[in-house]
């Protein structure tokens, strides 16, 4: 719920409104406030924005064709599953409040702010316990995902209860806090203003993603996904002239992806995967060559992604030999 009122703040500043987004949790009582400094709903749609389905600004691409919702869908959900529920927006000094229980208006007002407001929009509400029995929220887990928000938009800064959280390097801090002192090579950050990627190698033997479209974090990956790691392994071999298998040249990576993308089609509403297909070849080309520019530049960091691919191929062959030679002497 916190995240779903989260997003439609994020989606402020990825217009290039408001840098800053403030959050207050109380984790005795359960009560969450969200003020963001965008510019604010439209006064007269306040409360259609938060119970209506089907409204919303979010259908003109010219205002929001990176956006991660639809409809505000996720804000009307937060109304209908919260005991209280209350919606203020600030447009040049005026003002349209409307408050709900259980998902049901009980007041509205419009007027004059009685003290400057900067523009902007502020949400409170407290989980209804009939619905969720028991519930809490995880200060661990909220600040993670606050995190990803940041990595993903350098420059915006998240007040959480005071703590301030704000990346000014994207996704390349993400990678750079994840692999710490394991980075086995500098890694190769891409940003341009629809893709966003960064990897390097550990001596893991996992694989570790961190994939995200319009501000959302996918984490079970999707078409982005599966896109850079195709367009990846192009580049290594184009860059290597050889033809390494995709498992050698993935295990221990570390690596993000975020793209932005009209009109994405996720399988959920929780939008934790993106399916639009017909981007897929196009990503892919992208990926790979805008991955062999970066190896091109900086050669002596590309060499070392090589060396540590080439000791995992050569690792690999031996155990596949290990293994059959086992095998016979079982038969």
Same mark, same amino acid.
């Given at each position: 719920? $916190?995240?779903?009122?989260? $997003?439609?703040?994020?989606?402020?500043?990825?217009?290039?409104?408001? !840098?800053?987004?403030?959050?207050? *949790?109380?984790?005795?009582?359960?009560?969450?406030?969200?003020?963001?400094?965008?510019?604010?709903?439209?006064?007269? !749609?306040?409360?259609?924005?938060?119970?209506?389905?089907?409204?919303?600004?979010?259908?003109?691409?010219?205002?929001?064709?990176?956006?991660?919702?639809?409809?505000?869908?996720?804000?009307?959900?937060?109304?209908?599953?919260?005991?209280?529920?209350?919606?203020?927006?600030?447009?040049?000094?005026?003002?349209?409040?409307?408050?709900? !229980? #259980?998902?049901a208006l009980v007041s509205q007002k419009i007027g004059k702010c009685a003290s400057p407001q900067r523009n902007g929009t502020f949400v409170r509400f407290t989980p209804d316990p009939d619905i969720?029995?028991?519930?809490?929220?995880?200060?661990?887990?909220?600040?993670?995902?606050? @995190?990803?928000?940041?990595?993903?938009?350098?420059?915006?800064?998240?007040?959480?209860?005071?703590?301030?959280?704000?990346?000014?390097?994207?996704? /390349?801090? /993400?990678?750079?806090?994840?692999?710490?002192?394991?980075? $086995?090579?500098?890694?190769?950050?891409?940003?341009? #203003?629809?893709?966003?990627?960064?990897?390097?190698?550990?001596? @893991?033997?996992?694989?570790?993603?961190?994939?995200?479209?319009?501000?959302?974090?996918?984490?079970?990956?999707?078409?982005? $996904?599966?896109?850079?790691?195709?367009? /990846?392994?192009?580049?290594?071999?184009?860059?290597?002239?050889?033809?390494?298998?995709?498992?050698?040249?993935?295990?221990?990576?570390?690596?993000?992806?975020?793209?932005?993308? !009209?009109?994405?089609?996720?399988?959920?509403?929780?939008?934790? #995967?993106?399916?639009?297909?017909?981007?897929?070849?196009?990503?892919?080309?992208?990926?790979?060559?805008?991955?062999?520019?970066?190896?091109?530049?900086?050669?002596?960091?590309?060499?070392?992604?090589?060396? #540590? *691919?080439?000791?995992?191929?050569?690792? @690999?062959?031996?155990?596949?030999?290990v293994k059959k030679q086992i095998g016979r002497a079982h038969v």
């Amino acid at each position: 719920m $916190l995240f779903r009122s989260d $997003l439609n703040a994020v989606d402020e500043f990825i217009m290039g409104y408001g !840098k800053r987004v403030e959050i207050a *949790i109380s984790y005795n009582t359960g009560e969450v406030s969200v003020r963001d400094y965008g510019r604010g709903i439209p006064l007269g !749609k306040v409360v259609d924005c938060v119970s209506q389905i089907n409204t919303g600004g979010k259908f003109s691409d010219d205002v929001f064709q990176f956006s991660v919702g639809m409809n505000g869908v996720g804000t009307k959900a937060v109304n209908a599953l919260s005991t209280q529920f209350e919606v203020r927006a600030f447009r040049d000094g005026d003002y349209s409040e409307a408050f709900f !229980k #259980k998902g049901a208006l009980v007041s509205q007002k419009i007027g004059k702010c009685a003290s400057p407001q900067r523009n902007g929009t502020f949400v409170r509400f407290t989980p209804d316990p009939d619905i969720f029995k028991k519930y809490q929220f995880r200060e661990e887990h909220v600040l993670r995902r606050m @995190r990803m928000y940041a990595y993903l938009n350098a420059g915006l800064t998240l007040d959480v209860n005071g703590n301030k959280i704000v990346s000014e390097n994207g996704l /390349l801090d /993400l990678i750079h806090d994840e692999a710490q002192f394991e980075k $086995l090579y500098q890694p190769f950050h891409y940003r341009s #203003k629809t893709l966003e990627l960064v990897f390097t190698h550990t001596n @893991r033997f996992s694989e570790d993603y961190y994939s995200f479209v319009n501000g959302q974090f996918t984490n079970d990956g999707g078409t982005h $996904l599966s896109a850079f790691k195709e367009g /990846l392994l192009k580049a290594v071999n184009e860059f290597s002239k050889k033809k390494y298998d995709g498992d050698d040249v993935r295990e221990g990576i570390i690596g993000a992806i975020a793209i932005r993308l !009209k009109d994405p089609i996720f399988e959920s509403q929780t939008k934790n #995967k993106l399916g639009n297909q017909e981007i897929r070849s196009d990503l892919v080309a992208e990926i790979k060559r805008v991955t062999e520019e970066m190896f091109h530049r900086d050669p002596v960091e590309a060499n070392k992604l090589i060396s #540590k *691919i080439e000791e995992t191929s050569k690792l @690999r062959t031996e155990l596949n030999a290990v293994k059959k030679q086992i095998g016979r002497a079982h038969v």
